[in-house]
């Protein structure tokens, strides 16, 4: 069993920064792939950024590449996304997740431990 907290949200400006944190707890967190999804009111929840295991391979959404920076510490069981150059459009409410089968990183269907979120709200 995999418990996972996230962190960090609020409210931010456009063009401003804002980071997330998900600590993880439970099981080996440094044997699995995370990622981070967000879901804003009436859509469906989207990939965001993914990290391996090791953090030595990260992968992104086209939307957010070269403005978020996912990084994860296994000493402190917890992952980070770092948020820059925020959009209105990148309000939504954040979530981490813990990549458990499949070979895809950007599938939800193959993450089976989820936090409860947090709200980040961009203003323009």
């Known amino acids: 069993q995999v418990q996972l907290v996230e962190s960090g949200g609020g409210l931010a400006q456009a063009g401003g920064s804002l980071g997330l944190s998900c600590a993880a707890s439970?099981?080996?967190?440094?044997?699995?792939?995370m990622g981070w999804f967000r879901q804003a009111p009436g859509k469906e929840r989207e990939f965001v950024a993914a990290?391996?295991?090791?953090?030595?391979?990260?992968f992104y959404a086209g939307s957010v590449k070269g403005r978020f920076t996912i990084s994860r510490d296994n000493a402190k069981n917890t992952m980070y996304l770092q948020m820059n150059n925020l959009k209105p459009e990148d309000t939504a409410v954040y979530y981490c997740?813990?990549?458990?089968?499949?070979?895809?990183?950007?599938?939800?269907?193959?993450?089976?431990?989820w936090g409860q979120g947090t709200q980040v709200t961009v203003s323009s």
């Open positions: 439970g099981r080996t967190f440094n044997s699995y792939g």
């Open positions: 997740a813990v990549r458990q089968f499949g070979s895809s990183w950007s599938s939800e269907a193959v993450y089976g431990y």
């Open positions: 990290i391996s295991y090791n953090g030595g391979s990260t």
